[in-house]
C-alpha cells in the first residue's frame, strides 16, 4: 500500500470512491418508466419545461412558484433577487401561481429528475424526494479544495477530481498508508534557514494532508496542523464522507519525537473526525482535536523537523453504519 503510485491511487479511487453503493431507492427509476408510455413522459417533460424558470432556466423542484400578474413564472430562488419580471417587466412579481404549484407536484409524483451534479458526471436520476438525499452525499457533489480554509487555493469542483486536483497543484500533501491500511507516518517541518516558526507572532498553517489508503479513499479524510498566533497548535482531522458514516470514524493521532518506536512522552488524541465543512469554532466546541503548546513540541524538535505525527483510522461499526459504506464486489 505504502508504494502505490498517482494513477494506482486515482483507478483505486475511481473503483472505491462511493460512499454509498447505490440503495434500492437511489436506483435509477425504472419501474414506473417501464409503465408509462413514451406520449406520458413526453406530456409531463413538456409540462416541467412550461414551469422553467426565465431567470436561471432551472425547473423548480417545489413550491412556491411566483409570477407576475399576467401570470410569468419565476422560481423561488430567483424571485428575491429581481425587481420586475423578465419576460414583461410588471414590477409585481410576488402573485403566487397555485396552478403552477399543483402542476409541479402532480407531474413530478412519477417524475424522476436528474441529480444535479449531473454536469459532473452523475447518472443517477430519481424522484425528487430521494435525489435530495442523493445529492448531499453525491461522488460528484461540488466540494472546497482542503487548502481553502488557509486561503492557498481556491479550487472548487467534483469530489470525484479532487485528489487528482491536490496531486497537480501540489496545495496539500499526500501521505500514503504504512501496510496495516489505515496508518498513517510523516512529519512537520520547521521554516527553512534560520527562521523558526516558534518565533512567529501570526498564525501558522501547513499544508492540508491527504490521507490516502485503500480503505481511507471511503472517507475523504485529511489531516490539518497549525500553529496559532499565540503559540497553541492544533493537529485534528476532517472528511468528505456524509455525516452518518462521519460519526462512524475515529482517529488516533500521536505527536512524537521522529523515528522514536517508544511511546513515551507522545501526545495523544483518540476521538472523532471533524467535517469538512465544519467551521473552527464548531471542531473548537466538538473537542475533536489535539491541542499542545510551544513548550510541549519544542521539546521534539530535531533540526528543521519539528515532529514525527502518526495517524491511524478506523470506524465503529453499527450494522446500519458498515452497510452504509460497504462496496460492492
Ligand atoms: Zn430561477
Ligand atoms: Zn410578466
Ligand atoms: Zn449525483
Ligand atoms: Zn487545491
Known amino acids: 500500500m505504502s508504494d502505490l503510485s498517482e494513477e494506482e491511487i486515482l483507478s483505486q ?3 472505491n470512491g462511493q460512499f454509498i453503493p447505490e440503495h434500492e431507492d437511489t436506483k435509477p427509476f425504472t419501474s414506473v418508466k417501464q409503465q408509462e408510455t413514451n406520449e406520458d413522459r413526453k406530456r409531463k417533460a413538456e409540462q ?3 414551469m422553467e424558470c426565465p431567470v436561471c432556466l432551472e425547473t423548480p423542484r417545489r413550491a412556491p412558484i411566483y409570477s407576475c400578474k399576467k401570470g410569468h413564472i419565476i422560481c423561488k430562488d430567483c424571485q428575491p433577487r429581481v425587481g420586475h419580471c423578465p419576460t414583461c417587466r410588471d414590477k409585481h412579481v410576488d402573485c403566487r401561481s397555485l396552478i403552477a404549484e399543483k402542476l409541479l407536484e402532480t407531474t413530478l409524483k412519477d417524475y424522476p429528475l436528474h441529480c444535479k451534479f449531473r454536469v459532473h458526471g452523475c447518472s443517477v436520476q430519481d424522484l425528487v424526494e430521494n435525489l435530495e438525499n442523493h445529492e448531499t452525499v453525491c461522488m460528484f457533489r461540488s466540494v472546497k479544495c482542503p487548502a481553502n480554509h488557509r486561503g492557498a487555493c ?4 467534483p469530489l470525484n477530481k479532487l485528489i487528482q486536483h491536490v496531486i497537480q497543484v501540489k496545495c496539500a500533501q499526500v501521505v500514503k498508508a504504512k501496510p496495516s491500511n489505515s496508518y498513517f507516518v510523516s512529519t512537520i517541518g520547521d521554516f527553512s534557514q534560520d527562521q523558526t516558526v516558534f518565533s512567529k507572532s501570526t ?3 501547513w499544508k492540508p494532508v491527504m490521507l490516502i489508503s485503500q480503505e481511507a479513499l471511503k472517507f475523504f479524510c485529511y489531516a490539518i496542523f497549525y500553529r496559532d498566533a499565540s503559540g497553541y497548535w492544533y493537529a485534528y482531522v476532517r472528511s468528505f464522507a456524509p455525516t452518518a458514516v462521519m460519526k462512524t470514524l475515529r482517529v488516533d493521532i500521536r505527536i512524537k519525537k521522529m523515528g522514536v518506536a517508544s511511546d513515551h512522552g507522545q501526545f495523544v488524541y483518540t476521538g472523532g473526525v471533524a467535517s469538512s465543512e465544519a467551521s473552527e469554532q464548531e471542531i473548537r466546541e466538538a473537542g475533536d482535536f489535539l491541542l ?11 533540526n528543521k523537523t519539528i515532529m514525527e505525527y502518526n495517524i491511524t483510522l478506523s470506524q465503529v461499526g453499527s450494522e446500519s453504519a458498515s452497510e452504509i459504506i460497504s462496496i460492492p464486489d
Open 292 to 302: 499542545l503548546r510551544d513548550c510541549q513540541v519544542k521539546k521534539f524538535q530535531v
Open 13 to 15: 479511487f475511481a473503483l
Open 154 to 157: 481556491s479550487w472548487m469542483g
Open 203 to 205: 498564525p501558522t498553517h
Open 48 to 50: 416541467l419545461e412550461w
